[in-house]
Structures are given as C-alpha cells and as structure tokens.
Nanobody, 117 residues
Framework: QVQLVESGGGLVQTGESLRLSCAAS????????IGWYRQVPGKQRELVAR???????NYADSLKGRFTISKDNARNTAYLQMNGLKTEDTAVYRC???????????WGRGTQVTVSS
C-alpha cells in the first residue's frame, strides 16, 4: 500500500522560510516521479515543482529561485524548501508520486501553509 504523508506546514510571516516533507512508503522515490502541487480554494491546482524519474527537475516559472525540491532516497522522503515566502504562497501543498512501473499516481492529504503580512 502506497502512502505519502506531508508535514512541515504552518503559519509564517512574509519573508520567512519553511521546509515541507513528504514521507513515502510502498513506492521507491529513488526511481519515481515525485512532486508538489498547491491548491487555493476557488483556484486551479498549480504545479509547484517536480523531480522526474530520470532526475530532471521542473519548477513553476513564478517560483524559480525561491523554492527548491529535493529528495533523500535513503529516507524515501521528498522535500520542498520554500524561501522568501509571500502571502500569495498561502495554499494547501500536496505531494504526489508516479510509480515508475505501474504508472499509478498517488497523493498525500496535504499540509496547510499560511503566510501572513
């Protein structure tokens, strides 16, 4: 059974940083595509960043330079480092993974990030 569990969200002020974690079980992140989306009520879900199974990373253009995605294969955990947070970064952040063989797509429940001015 595949599980993705996010943590690290919270309430911060503008300019501060947060690091989100996505702990995976039942799926090997070392060879899977892993990424983060964010969702604001009433708005379309937005891709934040992802690491494709081959190792390439993609970022939303508006977030390049502030957000960094990484993963620790030994811990089977992905991270999203978010620096210089802005109020518009407020959202629920969810991680997802795509199994390299079955191509099954799996999602975590999300973690709330709130940035106040």
């Amino acid at each position: 059974q595949v599980q993705l569990v996010e943590s690290g969200g919270g309430l911060v002020q503008t300019g501060e940083s947060l690091r989100l974690s996505c702990a995976a079980s039942g799926i090997p992140l070392s060879i899977s595509t892993i990424g983060w989306y964010r969702q604001v009520p009433g708005k379309q879900r937005e891709l934040v960043a992802r690491i494709i199974s081959g190792g390439n990373t993609n970022y939303a253009d508006s977030l390049k330079g502030r957000f960094t995605i990484s993963k620790d294969n030994a811990r089977n955990t992905a991270y999203l480092q978010m620096n210089g947070l802005k109020t518009e970064d407020t959202a629920v952040y969810r991680c997802y993974a795509i199994h390299p063989v079955s191509k099954g797509e799996y999602w975590g429940r999300g973690t709330q990030v709130t940035v106040s001015s």
